[in-house]
């Protein structure tokens, strides 16, 4: 969601700029899409005192040659006076593109003064431009050096300012399918790690199904084939797990929130009524954090149907993704959806290592191009992200074992 540099806010801040940087940004869309940010070497002016003047070329020198290493050709890159940089990055926004900017601050600081704390990263988001100048708000460094887990925590970016009350009230629920079986939903996070930037562009909701009577857990897959009206059971408790964290899920700094839902569901207007009824999910915050995973979509899934559903979607909530199947042709009736993201979930790759391989590798040759997200999710351990890299996805993500509230409570209970 765009920051409103209009509303008087005590963060913000003033940044004379002129020339053809200026106007550059004010013709383009990089600002309202959090893709341009302002490093400063402050820090290191403070460090060197009276010696500043003879240090700063040297310094400059050193900044532009990690600009050049961490950015693209067609970025933009800007020193400012004597302590700031601008960064405009062509391929990345929000989260990935603050992410950037504090690697590249920390590398300077730490080869020009040994080491970078937290409180000498003086990033800056441009959140608008005015007559003159930039307006900027601090990026706060805790948030990106939180994004870099690559697992749930309880100091996940998107667990700041939450309730944990308010999530330990929605999970787990239980309820009796049709079929007459009993059965738990235990809602947990998963970090969906951008592969370029190695950070959290977004956290996904992953609904842990368990078989009271057995106490075996049942597959994604088999839960994507349950009646349509437990599916709903599930996307509604789903949705009510999402409330909790869809306030943290907006702006530029802050990851998006995930959202798995049957496309049985929202393809009806019940099931969007309940999307935009659900106490704590206002249009506003739908739209601006709140993206839809469709589980169930199949080779059977009518083309025309699937893009009026996405199309309906993506006017309510900030975008909409496709889980792909494990099957033949899977991606052929996805081609037109105009989603925002493929993802595959790793629970669907069966068989030795050198299948999982050649799986991984197919989905993403198949998928390229077709949406701006690639992404396998679910994954068993760290190693899979190589896989994920060299088949050309942008994303990857590792399955929690255990929602946060009920892995510290079973260390509390040990």
């Known amino acids: 969601m765009p920051f409103d540099s209009m509303q008087n806010d005590d963060r913000n801040e003033h940044l004379a700029l002129s020339g053809p940087v200026l106007q550059r940004l004010a013709g383009s869309e990089l600002i309202t899409r959090g893709s ?3 490093i ?6 403070r460090w060197a005192g009276d010696w500043w003047d003879k240090k700063r070329v040297d310094v400059w020198t050193y900044v532009e040659r990690k600009l050049a290493e961490h950015l693209d050709r067609s970025d933009l890159r800007a020193r400012i006076g004597e302590e700031d940089f601008l960064i405009a990055m062509n391929n990345d926004q929000g989260l990935a593109a603050q992410a950037t900017s504090v690697r590249i601050l920390e590398d300077v600081l730490t080869h020009l003064l040994g080491a970078a704390e937290p409180t000498d990263l003086g990033v800056r988001a441009v959140i608008g431009v005015e007559a003159g100048g930039l307006v900027c708000r601090p990026v706060d460094a805790s948030v990106i050096l939180a994004a870099r887990a690559r ?3 309880t100091r996940s970016p998107i667990r700041f300012d939450i309730d944990p009350l308010e999530e330990t009230r929605r999970t787990p629920v239980a309820f009796t399918t049709a079929g007459g079986a009993a059965l738990r939903v235990d809602f947990t996070l998963e970090h969906m790690i951008s592969l370029k930037r190695n950070i959290a562009t977004a956290v996904r909701i992953e609904p842990v199904v368990t078989h009271l009577g057995s106490g075996k857990q ?6 994507s084939r349950l009646p349509d009206r437990d599916a709903a ?17 907006q702006g530029h700094d802050r990851p998006d929130l995930i959202v798995p839902a049957s496309f049985r569901t929202l393809g009806t207007q019940r099931g969007r009524d309940m999307l935009t009824g659900t106490s704590g999910l206002s249009l506003a915050l739908l739209r601006g954090g709140v993206m839809m995973e469709l589980v169930d979509v199949t080779r059977g899934t009518p083309a025309g149907r699937l893009l009026e559903v996405v199309g309906l979607l993506k006017a309510l909530t900030r975008g909409v993704i496709a889980r792909v199947p494990p099957e033949k042709e899977a991606l052929r009736v996805l081609r037109d959806a105009r989603l925002q993201g493929l993802t595959l979930d790793a629970s669907d790759l069966t068989g030795p290592a050198e299948k999982i391989a050649a799986d991984i590798m197919a989905f993403g040759r198949e998928a390229r191009g077709l949406a701006p997200m690639v992404a396998l999710q679910g994954l068993p351990a760290e190693g899979y992200f190589a896989a994920a890299e060299t088949a050309g996805l942008t ?14 409570t079973k260390k509390a209970a040990g």
């Open 36 to 38: 341009v940010n302002v």
């Open 40 to 45: 400063s070497v402050k820090a290191i002016r």
């Open 151 to 153: 697992r749930d925590s």
């Open 218 to 223: 049942i597959s994604a897959r088999a839960v």
């Open 233 to 249: 059971f599930i996307d509604e408790a789903a949705l009510k797990y999402a409330a909790v964290f869809a306030r943290a899920s």
């Open 395 to 408: 994303h990857a993500a590792l399955r929690a074992a255990y929602p946060v509230a009920a892995t510290g």
